[in-house]
């Protein structure tokens, strides 16, 4: 008897652990529909935090919208075979707590930023790296990108865990989206298209509140090339010039009724409902760290001074 | 590791997705895969219930699911859910079935919408039988009888007592009897 009650005790104090960090999992009541998402490849970020649920007592703080292109890694891996639901709270408890040690900013493919990765090799310790983010993947805490640079006419391509404990820094010099999701086509472009100096400083935002679309058209160098570039449907490339035999075999190769399979992309998305509730889960953890780093920010020179 | 597709908001699903699909054998090859579970989804909107093999069935409802689901998410302004029920309703007339008649119906519905039960399998036959894919909230009479028991029913109230009494007279033998067995030592 004595057992049966220590254990139920343990098994409460665990539960009670567990929920004092989400209690906003609580809450949860149904929540109703946003009209204002985007369900396109999404553009600008409307306005932030809306409230929803005033239907009943419990209004329940929804994320916004935009939130899934901000922190991606937040979602899954859609793969049904290996989905675990444990597994993905306890690895988001864990990607918050990194979060709240180190500030890792939101960024895009396209947008160019600077990692300082602790390094025992190097003479200071740290090695910096300046690229633009050319893809982006990985989920929970394996979450990566990767930056390129050409340096010393040498194209160079790191791939950077973002949970990873060894970096130190990660800026985003500039923030913006290019006109693809994946930049893999800069291997084969002009080495113009990405070179940045390692020594940039980061830009201020002319608008905060919009993430602006870079609509450049990149010159690719003459063929051979990694791959076969007028097979994907690439926006910010100019015209390939190719041989019309290249675009009849790219037709005849192509998949168009890849566009109307509903179960394929269901079974590559994660559902908009499982969407928001990892979102609420996480959004107010999210929003108190940006709130006390900003606070810092504002109180570290005026602190100097 | 893949990160999740963000370019479409898609609602969940309230049926049992597999993993992979599957593929049917068509002389047109993966082209003809959708084509054929369009003339499935096709009839499944315009007859409301049909009897077809179970694989077939089992594929179409979850493509059946995901168009109406998203009508529901996004209504007919939206270019691209028009798109899709363009492409999976081969008979126009059933576009407009689909947004009038379709989605007022499954609006507020917590379920799926559409039921699949396994229907007879005949031997010889096709070894995986057939089924039959329905949409729920159909005009016709109910395939299956409602298998309801309720607990206030009166002949379960009855009953309920029944064992009530019963076990309780057990007891009192069984008290009797070990009364009686320690008396006597």
Known sequence: ?305 | MNQADLSKLVSALRIAVKPKPRLFSCPEGPAGRLKKLRATVTALVKYERIELNYPRAEEAQGYAERLISDAIRNGDCHKHTMEMADYWLNEKQLVHKLFKVLVPRYQNYNSSFTRLVLGPKTYPGYFAGTAILELKGNPFPALQPETHNYHYWLHNVLLEEAKKEFRSAREDRNAGTTESVTAES
């Open chain 1, 1 to 305: 008897m004595l057992r049966r009650a220590v254990l139920q005790t343990f098994r409460q104090g665990l539960a009670q652990s567990f929920f004092k960090r989400y209690a906003v999992s609580l809450t949860e009541t149904t929540v109703t529909h946003q009209p204002i998402e985007t369900s396109n490849e999404a553009g600008e970020r409307s306005v932030p935090t809306q409230k929803t649920g005033d239907e009943s007592r419990n209004t329940v703080v929804v994320a916004p919208p935009e939130f899934r292109f901000m922190y991606p890694e937040f979602l899954p891996d859609p793969a049904m075979e290996t989905r675990n639901r444990l597994r993905e709270k306890l690895e988001r408890m864990d990607m918050l707590q990194r979060r709240s040690v180190i500030e890792i900013p939101e960024f895009y493919t396209g947008s160019i930023m600077a990692v300082t990765v602790a390094d025992a090799n190097s003479p200071n310790k740290f090695a910096r790296f300046v690229g633009i983010c050319i893809q982006r993947g990985g989920s929970g805490l394996r979450a990566w990108f990767i930056l390129r640079n050409v340096v010393d006419k040498q194209g160079v391509e790191i791939l950077y865990e973002m949970y990873c404990p060894l970096i130190q820094k990660i800026e985003v010099l500039r923030l913006e989206r290019r006109l693809d999701e994946s930049l893999l086509y800069l291997r084969d472009a002009l080495p113009e298209y990405s070179t940045f100096p390692l020594d940039m400083e980061p830009e201020r935002r002319l608008n905060n509140s919009v993430v602006p679309i870079n609509p450049l058209k990149v010159k690719l160098r003459p063929r051979p090339w990694l791959e076969r570039w007028e097979r994907q449907n690439l926006q910010g490339v100019e015209d390939l010039n190719l041989p019309q035999r290249f675009y009849d075999k790219a037709e005849k190769v192509a998949k168009p009724w890849e566009k109307y399979d509903l179960m394929l992309h269901y079974r590559k998305t994660i559902p908009a409902e499982e969407q928001e509730k990892i979102f609420a889960e996480v959004h107010s953890q999210l929003q108190q760290q940006e709130l006390k780093r900003k606070l810092r920010r504002r109180r570290g020179p005026d602190n100097e001074q």
